[in-house]
């Protein structure tokens, strides 16, 4: 089908409006337009919300790396699996900020700070609390990933001046199962309403590469097009398979993820969502120029920046900054 039949048949998408009532039909019927429709179509719902010209620019640091208790197949913090990542105290106080300044310095608008943890203690929020007004002294937005969240927690990070807090739905609801058994879609759902009811903005994506299939996809994107409230920041990450997770071993490990079919769940995430930033989140250290700018063209419009995402590597800056002279994008100001 064509997108001027697409539209004929649902008005409403082609003006590019906020909708929360996003079926699957309609969003599966997306994924199915021919590559240069949909890419047509993401670009032009890019082009009324944002400059395609400018790149949101985040910097990620581990703050409490390893020895996760929760069973995530993808991840190499996971206590249950052989992976090499010994497990770590919280960073610092001043640590973290000798990290913030540089990110800054290096160009980044965003501090993002990840803790390996299923849920924080309230002793560790108050010690992410002291972090966040730090980073916020020193002119940066402020992001936190500490896993699930009580609504009192939520609030004390708000009323340190948390900016954004990141908690990925991952994947569809049904394949949710195959990849995490330690906590469920629901309880995923809750800390977000506790974040969205603090006042935080949200960050909330998935994974793409983890055996899911096309219906999957789908699923995915519906379920975050369909919150009560669009994320703000929507990352969406290509699997970085890590030695010894289940991803990478025997019946589970899961063959290498098409850059095509990435580039259209970036599209699809735009479409959908036209008002979020969409970040090409984990997965471009091992992605090429060419995929990376499709994905820009897709409508994504965020990075992380710096050579480490939480503990694998990322692009160096320098192939970064050759790679935005290249295309002429530039730093979203705050
Ligand atoms: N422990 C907290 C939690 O899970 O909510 C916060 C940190 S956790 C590492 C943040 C997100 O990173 C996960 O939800 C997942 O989407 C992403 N992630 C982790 N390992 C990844 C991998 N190997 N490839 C791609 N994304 C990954
Ligand atoms: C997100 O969606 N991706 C980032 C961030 N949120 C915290 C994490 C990617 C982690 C990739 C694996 C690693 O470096 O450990
Ligand atoms: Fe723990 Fe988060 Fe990794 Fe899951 S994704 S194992 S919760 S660090």
Known sequence: MSVAAFETDKPSIGLGLVRNDWTRDEIRALFALPFPELMFEAQR????HFDPGEVQVSTLLSIKT??????????PQSAKYDTGIKAEKLMALDAVLAEAHAAKASGASRFCMGAAWRSPKDRDVENVCAMIEGVKALGLETCATLGMLTATQAKRLK????????HNLDTSPEYYGAIITTRTYQDRLDTLDHVRSAGIHVCCGGIV???EGAEDRVGMIAALATLPV????????MLVQVEGTPLTTGETRTPPFDPIEFV?????ARIVMPKSVVRLSAGREEMNEETQALCFLAGANSIF?????LTTPNPERDRDMRLMDKLGLRPMEP
């Open 230 to 237: 669009h994320p703000e920041s929507v990352p969406i990450n």
């Open 159 to 166: 009323q340190s001046g948390l900016d954004y807090y990141n």
């Open 305 to 309: 920046y710096g050579p480490k995402l």
């Open 45 to 48: 719902i890019h082009r009324m």
């Open 209 to 211: 590469g983890m055996g």
């Open 264 to 268: 259209r769940t970036i599209a699809v």
């Open 66 to 75: 390893g020895g996760c208790p929760e069973d995530c197949a993808y991840c």
